[in-house]
């Protein structure tokens, strides 16, 4: 049984009598342990199909199993404990607190789940190290770079070992090398079992996934491999795609 399933998915965005429809008729499913980048321009509904993959946001029509349960139904508690022990979020900006240290930033799903404080910090500092940020766990965000903010971004992430790992636009603030190490973590972490799922707009960041879902005007339209897009974007090779290269050979 696949990890998620959509069938039918719509969703409706409505300001008066104006109705947006972001989604309309989405239906595929994604496997334990896959890495699949959803992929398009901006207006065509991948961060929309994150949001509610995410569990953050709730579909119009059709429906959504995740791990085996419908999704649709589901109450807002039943919505937060589910995002709380099944997904693990990274986001483009980060979302770090700016008043707290890394490790402290790291506890928070920790918190929330009732972890005692002793094993919320051994857990934090384990999730870190393996970000490689051993030494900078005791920096506030204003005190790292962009690179070190979303590593704690996502030690955040998995230290609850959540089975799937959400990412929006991970790469987007970021410039090319240190886009290379931080989807180097996030192919580490595919090796180890983790279902990932990544909202990308970039070709060379999609080639690091199993799977490319092409999203366009609300769309799902293709679904294909990153070799497809390997070669569509071999006229124009950056070093992102260079490096991920030299680093798979």
Known sequence: MPIIEVKDLVKIYK??????????????????????????????GKSTMMNILGCLDVLTSGE???????????????LADIRNHKI????????????????ENVEMPLMYRGVPSSKRRKLAKEALESVGLETQIHKRPVQMSGGQQQRVAIARAIVGKAPILMADEPTGALDTKTSVEIMQIFTELHKEGTTIILVTHEPDIATWSDRVLRFRDGKLVADETPEKISKENEAKPGLVNNEKLEVRN
């Not at 300001?15 to 008729?25: K, P, Q, S």
């Not at 791990?67 to 649709?72: A, C, E, F, I, M």
């Not at 693990?88 to 700016?98: P, R």
Request: aromatic share 8%; hydrophobic share 40%.
């Open 88 to 103: 693990g979020f990274v986001f483009q900006g980060y979302n770090l607190l700016q008043k707290a240290d890394a490790l």
């Open 15 to 44: 300001t008066g009598d104006i109705e947006l429809r972001a989604l309309d008729g989405i239906t595929c499913s994604i496997e334990h342990g896959e890495f699949v980048c959803i992929m398009g321009p901006s207006g065509s």
């Open 64 to 78: 959504y199993i995740l791990d085996g349960v419908s999704v649709r139904n589901q109450n807002r508690a039943a």
